[in-house]
């Protein structure tokens, strides 16, 4: 980009930022997940003004599904979760992912040994 939008989000619309991950490469499209905090009125501010800017702004619970079908519930995916996104429970010793939590850091996509974990654009 030739402009600071991360830097123009503090400044103008009073927001603070987590880099959660980022993969840019020079000349390359790049990714950047943020989790984006303050005021409603400021978000939905700057979220347009990502939007004009011609940022791609999805929530990040579209990024990683599980595939109910192919999940067999081993919890290899459980202890390298860093968000809690997925436990084990305990009376029925099934997995539940707890899309809201996850940060989509994809450590659990390629842990799993089904591939039940995916990537969704």
Do not use: W
């Amino acid at each position: 980009m030739d402009q600071p939008i991360v830097c123009n989000l503090v400044k103008d619309y009073e927001l603070e930022f987590n880099i959660l991950k980022a993969y840019v490469t020079p000349r390359e499209e790049g990714l950047l997940v943020l989790e984006l905090s303050g005021e409603d009125k400021n978000y939905e501010q700057g979220i347009q003004y990502l939007r004009e800017a011609g940022v791609k702004v999805q929530p990040l619970s579209q990024d990683i599904i599980r595939n109910e079908e192919r999940c067999t519930h081993c919890g290899v995916c459980v202890p390298i979760c860093p968000t809690g996104a997925l436990v084990v429970e305990p009376l029925t010793r099934k997995v539940n992912f707890y899309d809201n939590k996850c940060i989509a850091c994809e450590l659990c996509v390629k842990a799993c040994p089904v591939r039940a974990m995916e990537v969704h654009f």
